[in-house]
């Protein structure tokens, strides 16, 4: 029965994704889109995001790691999963606190002229409008997050979440405080975790000093040493106790030069005999080393250092409150004057830096909270082993658990006013420390009211580390934590394994018994051309927005999926995403064509199939098959490939020119089913991408006639079915395009119009099905490969080459289209001569580049293997040209050249 007549749709005539884009967010918002579906009986598809700083503003990594989930969420939503991606920031404690500090230094104040809640006042108000800056960055990249459950690190939820896990922690004496030697930022004024330090090669001096002996005999021992200006905290100097060199001399007291101190000389294998000369200044208080040997020897420990990097007043009087570069310089001057300074020696050594500032790390002697994480990382390790979790790809479970393997114990005080204040309370009356859920309104050992609390906040991670179950309720038993928990996967970046991935599986089984995930996707980074990583610095970073200005959304999400290869960084500018904006036009070009010829057509029931109808359903169960394979296993390069080649090639370049042949040559009934399949197919496919380009695909399909669901992206993802195979369809259509092909390659390299029409004689194989096909299909091979008059016989009937023909020998075929009286055969050989002898020179420098083994040794893989296909391309042209030229020589005597020469 047919339905009523349809009209022409017409799109806009250029692709524009300006002019829908924020439509379809708003309209998938408005239908309650992103919240998970209400069905219990199907298991969930859960992801928290990333949270990022809040005060940052989200460049191309964020849009990268953004882009590849949204890409799995709608991709489960459509396969029918409740799904819930939970959105948030993290209030990135030094970061921010960093950013109001700069505000107030520009007014000429520091924080400590507002006072602490002045200052948190200011700093959320900071948060609040930057918040909105990343919110709407989110959005404008189309991810579909639940927006009803964003969380913020400092929300009063997660609050009570860290605050359990604190005190959980101290309860099970896996927490304490103590004096000892931590990364210190003096620009920050903080301490830092060991995995918040970046190691940087930089050019240094070694200082070769005279550490002369104290018992009145002659003599010295040289020390060597980058940092001269510590030494006022030296309390030993080291020599191996095997070093021949210092045997007679160990215990022997030194006296320390610019200093009336004595310190003796101890034996420590930790000293390496080959650096310097084998003997080790010991500064227990500035250098982590230098702690352990310390009290291995029971040496007291002097910090010489103030909070804001200065000395302070355990040095002589000349050095106090001189920063470290100026007392530096002052001691090496003054150990000149001295006679103790032996000589100066360039070198490279590596430099600690604070993750955020940039400023080198000073070892400090502080008081500090840390966690003990021996204990912890056993049972995250032993989650690993059983396979609890898995990494994609697997070559990160190594750097995983060397880190697990190799853990120090986590300093979780951070010096700021800007964070989880730690609950921590201080008695001053008998000295109790008193940790506790609820703020205490006395001390509950002496009564005492007066309490101090700590004044200290907790490090931004140990907020982060409870993500995946602190934003779904915890510590309560919530809905939602009861039904996403575990969260189904975590997509990264591989720089923060250290940071955060592997802490969220300790914590995770800590306090809920559960590993956080199952599945984690560690993606690459994002580099240059040039293989750099993306800075501020180095000028090459991209703002995903612009790009989103500039291309649209689609186009950033499909082109970052097509480059993100599992374990390889991305090599991407701006001008890499004009292949995703190049595939939306395609989309949208070939959308409007059947949409504006809908004119008068009807839609039918259950309209036959011709065999070009079987074939393309053919492809896309194929193409649904491998989508879905590779987005289960992380392989998103692989997911856009297929979607390009599917929806470029198969349904584009040949299934929508293919049914050109109905649509124009039909009778009334034929136009309407090939439409009804036609629009079915079109459907079809904007399902099959639509996760890695929502946007566009969802504007195309509210226009189609007869969609079935009010949105596609929660419409059913095409499913792999047996029906749908058809082996035999695929082979026979693959021997049409192949003839399809060779016609067009042959009237290419013969620069024959488009609009000239040529005749061909096709010899089949008459055993052979697929080259009957090829009859049967007469009409659609004529429209496909321009050609008029086709004439078939038997590769029996005859076995010569018709004089002024070109043959062409396929599969299950050999056909010959006639030249002569199209072109001048003559100039014809001429022109394929020239072609020949430029691509024979173009294959030899080719050559001699992928035999060059510095070029494959430092060259991308990619650059590579793109050499090696034009080498491929070139021999193959080269060789089908040379079969061309021994054909025409045969003809050329026996032909007559068409008036019109060879443009």
């Known amino acids: 029965m047919k339905e009523r007549k349809l009209h022409k749709i017409e799109l806009e005539k250029s692709f524009n994704p300006r002019s829908f884009e924020d439509r379809m967010y708003t309209k998938w918002q408005e239908a309650g889109a992103f919240t998970p579906a209400a069905d219990r009986e199907t298991l969930p598809y859960g992801v928290v995001i990333p949270p990022p700083n809040v005060t940052g503003v989200l460049h191309l990594g964020h849009a990268l790691n953004i882009s590849l989930q949204d890409i799995l969420i709608r991709f489960h939503r459509m396969q029918g999963s409740p799904v819930l991606w939970v959105p948030g920031t993290d209030h990135a404690g030094i970061a921010t606190q960093n950013v109001v500090e700069k505000q107030l230094k520009a007014q000429g104040k520091s924080r400590h002229d507002l006072g602490r809640e002045a200052f948190l006042e200011k700093t959320w108000e900071v948060k609040a409008s930057h918040h909105q800056i990343i919110s709407r960055q989110i959005a404008r990249m189309g991810a579909s997050v639940d927006w009803s459950r964003e969380r913020f690190t400092l929300d009063a939820g997660l609050s009570q979440a860290v605050r359990e896990v604190f005190v959980s922690l101290y309860e099970r004496n896996l927490l304490y405080k103590g004096n000892y030697l931590v990364n210190w930022c003096t620009s920050c004024g903080t301490a830092l975790s060991d995995d918040e330090v970046e190691h940087e090669d930089q050019a240094g001096t070694l200082y070769h000093i005279r550490y002369p002996y104290a018992d009145g005999s002659l003599g010295f021992i040289e020390v060597a040493t980058t940092r001269p200006e510590t030494m006022h905290g030296d309390m030993a100097v080291a020599v191996h106790p095997e070093d021949p060199r210092y045997q007679g001399i160990i215990g022997k007291p030194l006296r320390l030069p610019l200093t009336d101190r004595c310190i003796p000389v101890v034996a420590d294998a930790y000293v390496d005999r080959a650096f310097g000369t084998g003997a080790l200044k010991i500064t227990p208080a500035h250098d982590p080393h230098d702690w352990e040997v310390a009290k291995r020897h ?438 049409l395009q192949e003839l399809v092909r060779m016609v067009r390659t042959l009237r290419s390299e013969c620069t024959i119009p488009a609009e000239k029409q040529l005749s061909c004689l096709i010899r089949l194989n008459a055993a052979n099905p697929s080259g009957l096909f090829l009859k049967e299909q007469e009409s659609l091979l004529r429209l496909l490969a321009g050609l008029g008059d086709i004439t078939f016989e038997a590769v029996e009937a005859a076995s010569t080459r018709p004089v002024g023909a070109v043959g062409l020998v396929g599969s299950a075929f050999e056909a010959f289209v006639p030249l002569a009286g199209v072109v001048d055969l003559g100039l014809l050989q001429q022109s394929f001569t020239k072609n020949i002898a430029k691509d024979q020179a173009f294959i030899a420098l080719l050559r001699e580049k992928l035999a060059n083994e510095h070029f494959l040794k430092n060259a991308p893989p990619e650059l590579v293997q793109g050499e090696q296909a034009k080498l491929a391309q070139a021999v193959q042209r080269t060789e089908k040209l040379t079969a061309y030229i021994r054909d025409l020589c045969k003809d050329i005597s026996q032909t007559t050249p068409v008036k019109e020469p060879l443009s």
């Open 298 to 735: 029971e040496l007291s420990v002097i910090s010489i250092l103030n909070p804001d990097g200065t000395l302070n007043d355990q040095v002589p009087p000349a050095y106090r409150s001189l920063s470290l570069r100026a007392a530096r310089e002052a001691v090496v001057r003054d150990l000149k004057t001295g006679g103790f300074l032996v000589r100066e020696e360039a070198i490279t050594h590596a430099v600690g830096h604070c993750y955020r500032c940039h400023t080198v790390i000073e070892p400090f002697l502080s008081e500090q909270w840390f966690v003990r994480m021996r204990p912890l990382a056993e049972k995250a390790l032993s989650a690993w082993r059983q396979g609890e979790i898995v990494f994609y790809p697997r070559k990160w479970e190594n750097t995983y658990r060397h880190w697990l393997e190799n853990i120090r114990d986590w300093c979780v005080s951070r010096q700021l006013w800007w964070g989880h204040r730690i609950p921590a309370w201080y008695c001053p009356s008998c000295g109790k420390t008193i940790v506790a859920r609820q703020d205490p309104s006395a001390c509950p050992s002496c009564g005492e009211q007066n309490l101090a609390q700590d004044p200290d906040v907790l490090d931004t991670w140990f907020s982060s580390w409870l993500w995946p179950f602190s934003t779904l309720g915890w510590p309560e038993e919530t809905a939602d934590f009861m039904r996403f928990y575990p969260t189904s996967a975590l997509v990264t970046a591989y720089d923060i394994i250290f940071f955060w991935v592997s802490r969220m599986i300790m914590a995770g089984i800590e306090f809920t018994g559960r590993v956080p995930f199952r599945d984690i996707y560690i993606h690459g980074l994002l580099r240059d051309k040039q293989g750099r990583k993306m800075s501020k610095s180095l000028g090459n970073g991209l703002d995903p927005l612009e790009l989103v200005d500039r291309f649209g959304a689609d186009a950033l999400k499909f082109t970052l999926a097509f480059l993100c290869a599992q374990g390889q960084d991305l090599l991407v500018d701006k001008e890499s995403f004009k292949l995703g904006s190049k595939f939306a036009n395609k989309i949208w070009n070939a959308s409007r064509y059947i949409l504006m010829n809908l004119e008068n057509r009807s839609l039918v029931e259950a309209p036959l199939l011709k065999p070009v109808d079987r074939w393309i359903y053919a492809r896309l169960n194929r193409a649904a098959k491998a989508m879905t394979d590779a987005l289960r296993s992380y392989r998103f390069n692989d997911a856009a490939t297929t979607a390009y080649d599917y929806f470029w090639n198969d349904f584009c370049d040949w299934y929508v020119e293919a049914t050109k042949l109905s649509l124009r040559t039909g009778d009334e009934g034929e136009k309407d089913r090939a439409t009804t399949v036609l629009l079915k197919m079109l459907a079809e496919s904007l399902a099959l991408v639509h996760p890695l380009l929502p946007f566009i695909t969802e504007a195309i399909y509210e226009h189609i006639p007869g969609h079935t669901q009010a949105l596609l992206m929660c419409s059913p993802y095409p499913a792999y079915t047996e029906e749908r195979n058809d082996g035999e369809v695929e082979q026979c259509f693959a021997l």
